[in-house]
C-alpha cells in the first residue's frame, strides 16, 4: 500500500518562509505528477502547484512568483517552498503523488498557519 506524508507545517509571520516536504513510498511502477493541494477553514480544497516527473511545475495564479516546486525522483519526494507568505495562505496542505499503478495518493496534510 502506497504512503504520502507530509511535513514541515506550522506558524509563521506574515513575509516569512515554510519549506513543506512530502515523501512518497516507492512501487514498481512509480509516480507521475506529484503536487500540492490546500483547504482553508469552510473552503474547498484548492490547487497550488504540481511537477512532472520530468520537472515541468505549474502553479495557481495566488502563489505564483512565491512558492517554489520541486522534486527529488531518486528519492520520491517533492518539496514546496513558500515564501512572502501571507495570512491568506493559512490553510492544511496536502500532498498527492499520482501513482502509475493505482492512480492519485493523498497525504494526511500539514497545516500552515500564517499569523502575526
Known amino acids: 500500500q502506497a504512503q504520502v506524508v507530509e511535513s514541515g507545517g506550522g506558524l509563521v509571520q506574515p513575509g516569512g518562509s515554510l519549506r513543506l516536504t512530502c515523501a512518497a513510498s516507492?512501487?514498481?511502477?512509480?509516480?507521475?505528477?506529484m503536487g500540492w493541494y490546500r483547504q482553508a477553514p469552510v473552503k474547498d480544497r484548492t490547487f497550488v502547484a504540481r511537477i512532472s516527473r520530468d520537472g515541468y511545475a505549474a502553479y495557481a495564479n495566488s502563489v505564483q512568483d512565491r512558492f517554489v516546486i520541486s522534486r527529488d525522483n531518486d528519492k520520491d519526494r517533492v518539496s514546496l517552498q513558500l515564501n512572502s507568505l501571507e495570512p491568506e495562505d493559512t490553510a492544511v496542505y496536502y500532498c498527492?503523488?499520482?501513482?502509475?499503478?493505482?492512480?492519485?495518493?493523498w497525504g494526511q496534510g500539514t497545516q500552515v498557519t500564517v499569523s502575526s
Open positions: 516507492r512501487t514498481v511502477q512509480g509516480i507521475g505528477d
Open positions: 498527492y503523488a499520482n501513482y502509475l499503478e493505482f492512480g492519485p495518493q
